[in-house]
T-cell receptor, first 111, second 117 residues
Framework: GDSVTQMEGPVTLSEEAFLTINCTYT??????LFWYVQYPGEGLQLLLK?????DKGSNKGFEATYRKETTSFHLEKGSVQVSDSAVYFC??????????FGKGNQVVVIP | GAGVSQSPSNKVTEKGKDVELRCDPISGHTALYWYRQSLGQGLEFLIYFQGNSAPDKSGLPSDRFSAERTGGSVSTLTIQRTQQEDSAVYLC???????????????FGQGTRLTVV
């Protein structure tokens, strides 16, 4: 079935460092792709989305580009802040409206 | 309301008791999902409702779990004879189903933290 794979393990980095979280997907057809963020003690919030190939989603300095040729939707931010510490989930919605999530990545930004 | 509302926000129950968790979706959202998130884990799909169609129950972990959605709006997730391994955060999400190929995002509630002691 359709699925999402995120890179293993937590990510720890210093403030103002460059962040990349890899996400690849397997899907038939043309899913819509999403990044969700979960701050400590809170529910999931939509961070950004892209609904067709080559679309770039962006929000709060984060960006991700829907790459159909590599089936990827990697999340990037040029200069992270301590307030970006959270868990990030890559997700897709496909034909039957099922939501598929990656396992999530804990990001810890050190001052 | 403006967002997805879940209640209670926290629930502590004794092993063997039944619990009911409630989800109030965004008005007009016909799709409703339940997920479970165990400590430090990802999201485990439980069940999906869409309009008047039969729900997709393929993620329910055992027959102790059931869910219903009344009137196409509020949903209740029921766990019977709770076990300690049921302890987790239960998340509900709703979506507006679009007619076109581009899929709309899901909106999540704050979750119910269930602790079985």
């Amino acid at each position: 079935g359709d699925s999402v794979t995120q890179m293993e393990g937590p990510v720890t980095l210093s403030e103002e460092a460059f962040l990349t979280i890899n996400c690849t997907y397997t899907a038939t057809g043309y899913p819509s792709l999403f990044w969700y963020v979960q701050y400590p003690g809170e529910g999931l919030q939509l961070l950004l989305k892209a609904t067709k190939a080559d679309d770039k989603g962006s929000n709060k300095g984060f960006e991700a580009t829907y790459r159909k040729e590599t089936t990827s939707f990697h999340l990037e931010k040029g200069s992270v802040q301590v307030s970006d510490s959270a868990v990030y989930f890559c997700a897709l919605i496909y034909g039957n409206n099922r939501l598929a999530f990656g396992k999530g990545n804990q990001v810890v930004v050190i001052p | 309301g403006a967002g997805v509302s879940q209640s209670p926000s926290n629930k502590v129950t004794e092993k063997g008791k039944d619990v009911e968790l409630r989800c109030d979706p965004i008005s007009g959202h016909t799709a409703l999902y339940w997920y479970r998130q165990s400590l430090g884990q990802g999201l485990e799909f439980l069940i999906y409702f869409q309009g008047n169609s039969a729900p997709d129950k393929s993620g329910l972990p055992s027959d102790r779990f059931s869910a219903e959605r009344t009137g196409g709006s509020v949903s209740t997730l029921t766990i019977q004879r709770t076990q300690q391994e049921d302890s987790a955060v239960y998340l509900c999400a709703s979506r507006r189903i679009s007619q076109g190929a581009q899929k709309t995002e899901a909106f999540f509630g704050q979750g119910t933290r269930l602790t079985v002691v």
